[in-house]
């Protein structure tokens, strides 16, 4: 009877003592928490359109917890800036910073591509925007060698693939949504930290009345958590009204 009560008592310490691992779900919005609670990060996107001849290159950026982040894009030899606050942006072009709106006034009034370049450059989401934005589609999350998450339901792939952030000057507000959505996304840590974000995107869209294919897969790798540097360029700031 001793030994039997020692047994009993030994495996109900160890089921107390032990620590409870959380879901993929949980694990992952344990990370963005973290993430969200860090100074500062720094990460590269790269987009990648199936079959297109035209890819866009890597977005570096740069983000601080106050809600200022910097990003930076190169395409034939132009170097483009934007920066943000919040759910603000303002993008350098021609020597001048340039919010949504300017964009909008410029391409109305027969600006060229740079102007619808760095208006998409202004529709940019940090990973952390990106991340929370996908957690809440996740069909079924699973785990494995190629990271946490899952396939997307339908209504979370359409929204996906709507390219950036709602307002900010990219030319897309009431733009056609893709029809027989599908996705997945997928979430990588390393100790403890979120490490990359892969979304996968594809769906069908009708431009004059001829349907296009598109098939899109956007990778966010992430680095220098709590370690970089992020500097803000005055003009921007004026301009932000900050």
């Given at each position: 009877m001793k030994t039997l009560f020692a047994f009993t008592a030994t495996v109900a310490s160890t089921l107390v003592l032990s620590p409870c691992f959380a879901g993929p779900k949980e694990d992952i919005q344990a990370a963005l928490g973290r993430l969200a609670e860090a100074p500062n990060y720094a990460w590269t996107t790269r987009t990648q359109v199936e079959g297109s001849q035209f890819q866009s290159s890597d977005i570096h950026g740069k983000a601080q917890k106050e809600g200022w982040a910097v990003v930076t894009q190169e395409r034939d030899g132009t170097r483009t800036v934007a920066v943000f606050k919040g759910e603000n942006g303002v993008v350098q072009a021609d020597g001048a910073w340039h919010s949504a709106e300017d964009l909008r006034g410029q391409r109305?009034?027969?600006?060229?591509g740079g102007a619808f370049r760095a208006g998409m450059l202004l529709?940019?989401?940090?990973?952390?925007?990106?991340?929370?934005?996908?957690?809440?589609?996740?069909?079924?999350?699973?785990?494995?060698?190629?990271?946490l998450g899952g396939d997307l339901t339908e209504a979370g792939a359409?929204?996906?693939?709507?390219?950036?952030?709602?307002?900010?000057?990219?030319?897309?507000?009431?733009?056609?949504?893709?029809?027989d959505a599908k996705g997945s996304v997928r979430y990588w840590l390393k100790d403890g930290q979120l490490a990359k974000i892969q979304v996968k995107v594809?769906?069908?869209?009708?431009?004059?009345?001829?349907?296009?294919?598109?098939?899109?897969?956007?990778?966010?790798?992430?680095?220098e958590i709590g370690t970089t540097t992020v500097e803000i360029p005055a003009a921007a700031k004026t301009k932000l009204g900050s």
């Open positions: 109305q009034g027969g600006g060229g529709r940019t989401r940090t990973p952390l925007d990106e991340a929370k934005r996908a957690l809440g589609h996740i069909k079924e999350w699973k785990a494995s060698a190629d990271g359409r929204e996906m693939m709507a390219f950036g952030r709602g307002g900010r000057g990219g030319g897309a507000g009431g733009a056609a949504e893709a029809r594809s769906g069908t869209y009708s431009f004059n009345n001829n349907d296009r294919f598109v098939e899109r897969t956007t990778t966010y790798e992430l680095k």
